[in-house]
Structure formats: structure tokens, C-alpha cells
């Protein structure tokens, strides 16, 4: 990966950017998708002092900015960065890990790897290492779980901040029904999680998510302390699973015999509301599809890792149409991609499976507006459009033979895009800018 030039050379300098644009004027789910986004064959964003003030033609915003400096990306389509609702950093080493389903898979690849976390020289390099991989797949949001070392996020925070972008992380909580060493307390879940709020939550471009593993993997007593430190911290999010495999249900069902249901375990020690996202969702009743919309809870969508661990296929589009937050994520590790662009392929298969054919449009739309609503960004990042921070992927719509010769036939801007949706990877990343200040050509 190259960079250029360097950052913040002059940073009142306003710089626009050409290319194709991409952006949003309404929701693609309650609107035609077709005027839902906003299509410029020839356009332009300018950006001052990291925050865009400007989209629309290309020639008319360069006659009104003749001192920009231009960033002509010719014929690659802008659109806002992607956001990852969620995803696993400490999975990294262990993405694509065989022949197991959810619990399993925990127990064989997933803990000892998280382990070895408390080590900051391990949390570091893989910290580095996943936002090279995320930013190189034009992700420039992204949500992710730590482990339950502190160092695991303070590596995490570490690397995001010094690379500018736009995160979320938590120390993930466990204390029971985990391996000793990555067992904790209520009490250091609490504490823990107090201290890294202080120091991170706010701190830039970063925020914390009160991360409890799961419903499984927590007590009561520590699910009671997250949700106390939650309504202490109401600006921070909360992520956490639900309803991701029919022997999870079982086992949470067995586990809390009270609850009207997976929902009603978080629910009832404070750990559902605004800024709550549940990732999976996919198993769920139709009280618990209700409340999430009620409540002003999110769910990220997760399909390469709910196809890969054999999870099932969330209902998109019924979410959707019941007013619930939605965004996707790539679940690296359990999900088998660090690409947005193969998880909106693996989004558009899983509804396929389902019967509904998601337009590209709203695929997109799930990748980069629909995260940020999920992740309660939606003011900053997610869309092209002024005042918002100016994180732009550029991504090129003929990156392969295959891509090309399918793009040449084209008689719309969606059906040049959706090839590059079904088949594209890194290779289609043309150029990636994070706060308008630094930007990486990854595939130069
Ligand atoms: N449920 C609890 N922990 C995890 C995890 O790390 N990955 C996935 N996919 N599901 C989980
Ligand atoms: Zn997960």
C-alpha cells in the first residue's frame, strides 16, 4: 500500500475530489431505491479542514473552488467509506479456520487466539495489521470487539488514532463458561471497562462500546454491573450477540429460564436501547423483532459468517420493513471476508435464499449509511454530503477481466456496480481518504 502526499500539509487548503459520485438522499428500504441514492456520472467533493463542504458537479465546483487542489480519480466511483457494525479484530490471525460451528469454533480457534492478547506486542501487531487489511478494503468505520485485556484495546484505539479514522472498540466481558484465562469479574468488567471509557470514549474519533461477549459467557451479576456502567455512559454504544445459533438459543433459554426470550436476558439488566447493537439476529420472535425497532436498537448483519459457521439466514428485509437499525458486518473471523464488497455479496445471496432480491443500491446503502445509523454515526460518517467527515473510498468498476467485460455491457450505473458487488475484492479499491487528510492507493 502507498501513501501520498503527506497529511495535513496545509489543512485550510480546500482539495476536491473527482470521480463518480455516489451518495444518499433517503433511505433505499422506504423509498424506490433508484431516487433513494443520487448518481453524478461526473462529479466532485470538496473537502476543507477534513469535513466535506461541498458535492455535486465536478466542473461546477471547480469553476466556483479555482484553488483547489484537485484529486482527479477519473473514472473510479466515490461513495463514503465503508462501516464495519462488526467485526473481531482479535480474529484476525484465525479468519478462515475449519469445520466447526459457533461453540466450537470458540473453543478450538477463537479463545486460545483471543489469549494471547494480553501480550501488547501480539495486540499491536494484529491491531496494525487488521486496519491495514480493513483500510485496504475500504472500510474507514468499524465497530470491533477486543478481548478481555485492556491491552487489546489500547492497542486497538493506539493504531486507529494514529491512522485518523472514524472507531468504536470494547474490552470484551466474560466470566463464566470460558477458559480460565479468559475469565474475569464482574467487578473488572466493570472497573475495566470504566477506565478505558475514561481514557478513549470521546478522544477524537473514537468511542466505546460496553462489550458483554455474549449472554452465555456472562452472569447475571456482570451483565447487571455492564448495565449499570452503560446508563452511567449512555453516549457510548453497547454491542454484544443474539440469537446467532439455534444451540446458543437452547443454551441461553437453559441458562435463563425466566426470560421471555434471547432479547428479554439483555433487556432485563438494562442492556437494550439506543446505541445497543446486537450482532446476527437471525432466530428471532416476532416480540423480539418489535423491540429491537421500539427501542432504537441496531443489528449488525453478519452473512459470510452466518453461511461460513452454518449460522442461518437473517431477515433482512423484514428488519428492515419493521423500522430496525441495520448494518453489515463482516464478523472477521467467524466471518470469512474483510471486504465489505464480498459481505454485500454474501447479504444479496442470503436474501436471494429468502426470496428477495436486494437492489444494489440498498446493498450500499447497508455498507456505508446503514452502519453509521447502526453505530449511531450517522452525523458524521456514511454518506457524501456537506458537513459530514470526509471519508471516501474510490473504487474502480472494471478492477478485473471478469468485472470489466460484465461492467462494458452496462446500461446503468447499478448494473455497472453490481458486478464489481458480486465479484470484486481489494483489487477494486482505487484509492481510500480518511478525514480528507490522508489517503492510500491500495492497489498501486
Ligand atoms: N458469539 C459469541 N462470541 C462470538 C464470536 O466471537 N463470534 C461470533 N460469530 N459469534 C459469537
Ligand atoms: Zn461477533
Known sequence: MTSSPPANAAPTTARLFLGQLLSYVADPFTTPPEQAAQWERRGGIVVRGG????????????????????????????????????????????????GKRLIDWLESYTFPEEARFGDPGHAGRIAALYLDLAQGAGITTMCSYGTIHPESVEAFFTEAEARGLRAAAGRTCMDRNAP?????????AHDESAALIARWHGRGRLSYAITP??????????????????????????????SEQTEELAWVAELFPKARDYLD??????????????????????????????????????????????????????????????????????????????TMASAYEVAQLRGVALHPAQLWWLATVGGA????????????????????????????????????????????????????????????????????????
Open 51 to 98: 469535513r466535506i463542504t461541498a458535492t455535486g458537479n465536478a466542473e461546477t465546483l471547480r469553476a466556483a473552488h479555482p484553488r483547489a487542489e484537485v484529486i482527479d480519480l477519473g473514472e473510479a466511483l466515490l461513495s463514503a467509506g465503508f462501516v464495519d457494525a462488526h467485526v473481531h479484530y482479535p480474529q484476525t490471525g484465525i479468519i478462515a479456520s475449519w
Open 180 to 188: 480460565d484465562s479468559l475469565r474475569d469479574t464482574a467487578r473488572a
Open 373 to 444: 445509523q447502526a453505530l449511531r454515526m450517522e452525523a458524521h460518517v456514511g454518506n457524501l454530503s456537506p458537513g459530514m467527515e470526509a471519508d471516501i473510498v474510490a473504487i474502480d468498476l472494471a478492477s478485473t477481466p471478469a468485472i470489466a467485460q460484465r461492467a462494458a455491457r452496462a446500461r446503468t450505473i447499478w448494473e455497472a456496480l453490481f458486478p464489481t458487488i458480486m465479484m470484486g475484492d481489494d483489487r477494486a479499491i482505487a484509492a481510500v481518504v480518511v478525514g480528507g487528510e490522508r489517503w492510500t492507493f491500495p492497489t498501486s
Open 213 to 242: 461477549r455474549f449472554a452465555p459467557t456472562s452472569s447475571p451479576e456482570q451483565m447487571e454491573a455492564l448495565g449499570a456502567l452503560w446508563a452511567a455512559h449512555p453516549g457510548c454504544l453497547m454491542q454484544t450477540h443474539l
Open 265 to 342: 436476558v439483555y433487556e432485563g439488566f438494562g442492556l437494550l436501547g439506543p446505541g445497543a447493537v446486537m450482532g446476527h439476529a437471525i432466530h428471532l420472535t416476532a416480540r423480539e423483532r418489535a423491540r429491537l425497532a421500539e427501542s432504537g436498537a441496531a443489528v449488525a448483519h453478519c452473512p459470510t459468517s452466518n453461511t461460513f459457521i452454518g449460522s442461518g439466514l437473517c431477515d433482512v428485509a423484514g428488519l428492515r420493513a419493521g423500522g430496525v437499525r441495520l448494518g453489515l458486518g463482516t464478523d472477521t473471523g467467524g466471518g470469512s471476508s474483510f471486504s465489505m464488497l464480498r
